[in-house]
Nanobody, 122 residues
């Protein structure tokens, strides 16, 4: 069983910064891509950023030059560094990871965190 635990959300003023963290726990063999998605009020879930096991990153156009994704393989943790936050960034942010488990090492399976609320408001 694999669990992703997110932290770091909260209320921030426009123009402010936050750092989200997501740590993976469980019977993990390999973590492949890790990423962040978000779902705003009344909207569908959308990709924010992804980082591969080789540290290649990809961003949604709406967060380029404002957000940065990084990972610490030893800690099995992915981070989302958010700056210049806007009210439209308000959403629940979800962590995602493609994981090969000890019990099924040949298969990549997606896992999701429980979500962390980010609210950008004055």
């Amino acid at each position: 069983h694999v669990q992703l635990v997110e932290s770091g959300g909260g209320l921030v003023q426009p123009g402010g910064s936050l750092r989200l963290s997501c740590a993976a726990f469980g019977s993990i063999f390999i973590i492949n891509d890790m990423g962040w998605y978000r779902q705003g009020p009344g909207k569908e879930r959308e990709l924010v950023a992804v980082i591969t096991s080789g540290f290649i990153t990809k961003y949604a156009d709406f967060v380029k030059d404002r957000f940065g994704i990084s990972r610490d393989k030893a800690k099995k943790t992915v981070y989302l560094h958010m700056s210049s936050l806007r009210p439209e960034d308000t959403a629940v942010y979800y962590c995602n990871a493609d994981v090969q488990t000890m019990s099924n090492p040949s298969r990549k399976l997606p896992y999701w965190g429980q979500g962390t609320q980010v609210t950008v408001s004055s």
